[in-house]
Nanobody, 126 residues
Framework: QVQLVESGGASVPSGGSLRLSCTAS????????MGWFRQAPGKEREGVAG???????IHADSVKGRFTISRDNAKNTLYLQMNSLKPEDTALYYC????????????????????WGQGTQVTVSS
C-alpha cells in the first residue's frame, strides 16, 4: 500500500505561483506512474498533468506553458509547479499513483490510478 499526502495549496491572486508537493510513504520501492488531478465544485475530476515511469510527461491543454509536473525519486516526492495562475485553476488538487505502465496519452485519465491523496486546496482570486 502507498499513502500519498499533498501540501502547498493556498489562496493566491491571479497571476501568482504555487508549488504543490505530494510525498509518498509505504511501499515506495516500487515504480509508479503518477499524476495530478483537480476537482472544482460542480465539476468532474480532471487530469492536470502526469508523469510516466520512464519520465514522459503530459500536461492538460488548459495548463500547458503554465504548470510543470516533476518528481524527485530520492525524496519520494511529486511536484506541480504552477505559474500564471488563473481563477479557473481554483480547485481541490489531488495527486495519484499507479503501478501500471501508463503511456503519456493515458496519464490524464483518473481511471488508471489506484492510490490517491486527500487533496490540497488551491484558490485563485480574480
Amino acid at each position: 500500500q502507498v499513502q500519498l499526502v499533498e501540501s502547498g495549496g493556498a489562496s493566491v491572486p491571479s497571476g501568482g505561483s504555487l508549488r504543490l508537493s505530494c510525498t509518498a510513504s509505504g511501499r515506495t520501492d516500487n515504480r509508479y506512474s503518477m499524476g495530478w488531478f483537480r476537482q472544482a465544485p460542480g465539476k468532474e475530476r480532471e487530469g492536470v498533468a502526469g508523469i510516466s515511469i520512464p519520465g514522459t510527461t503530459i500536461h492538460a491543454d488548459s495548463v500547458k506553458g503554465r504548470f510543470t509536473i516533476s518528481r524527485d525519486n530520492a525524496k519520494n516526492t511529486l511536484y506541480l509547479q504552477m505559474n500564471s495562475l488563473k481563477p479557473e485553476d481554483t480547485a481541490l488538487y489531488y495527486c495519484a499513483a499507479t503501478r501500471m505502465f501508463i503511456t503519456s496519452s493515458s496519464l490524464l485519465s483518473s481511471a488508471y490510478f489506484e492510490y490517491w491523496g486527500q487533496g490540497t486546496q488551491v484558490t485563485v482570486s480574480s
